[in-house]
């Protein structure tokens, strides 16, 4: 699976973005979003299945960010409203492809991501 991510730049504080990820080849189970802020780890944010539709959250963002499809463009985004400047990262979208897991500790881990896009910086300043 090839994936492309876009759709960052700058916003103020409360600010809103949306970024996408276009995925291209083989079938996968579905997309998770990840974040690595300057000097920190990689943490996960959000994920979706494209079995059922079902979507997860990390705690930072539930309530803010709203990840979706669009099947007939094989593209997810991540629809991110009243940003904070801690949600300043690059922004990767990651692909789980050959084996599917309805487990949060699963779902979260970067080890379970067979497939990686290159990031898009969000940068939350004023």
């Known amino acids: 699976v090839q994936l492309q991510a876009s759709g960052g730049g700058l916003v103020q504080p409360g600010g809103s973005l949306r970024l996408s990820c276009a995925a291209s080849g083989f079938s996968y189970y579905g997309i998770g979003w990840f974040r690595q802020a300057p000097g920190k780890e990689r943490e996960w944010v959000s994920c979706?299945?494209?079995?059922?539709?079902?979507?997860y959250y990390s705690d930072s963002v539930k309530g803010r960010f709203t990840i979706s499809r669009d099947n007939a463009k094989n593209t997810m985004y991540l629809q991110m409203n009243s940003l904070r400047p801690e949600d300043t990262a690059v922004y990767y979208c990651?692909?789980?492809?050959?084996?599917?897991?309805?487990?949060?500790?699963?779902?979260?881990?970067?080890?379970?991501?067979?497939?990686w896009g290159q990031g898009t910086l969000v940068t939350v300043s004023s």
């Open positions: 990651a692909a789980i492809v050959y084996y599917w897991r309805d487990d949060d500790d699963y779902i979260k881990s970067r080890t379970s991501y067979d497939s």
């Open positions: 979706i299945s494209t079995t059922d539709g079902r979507t």
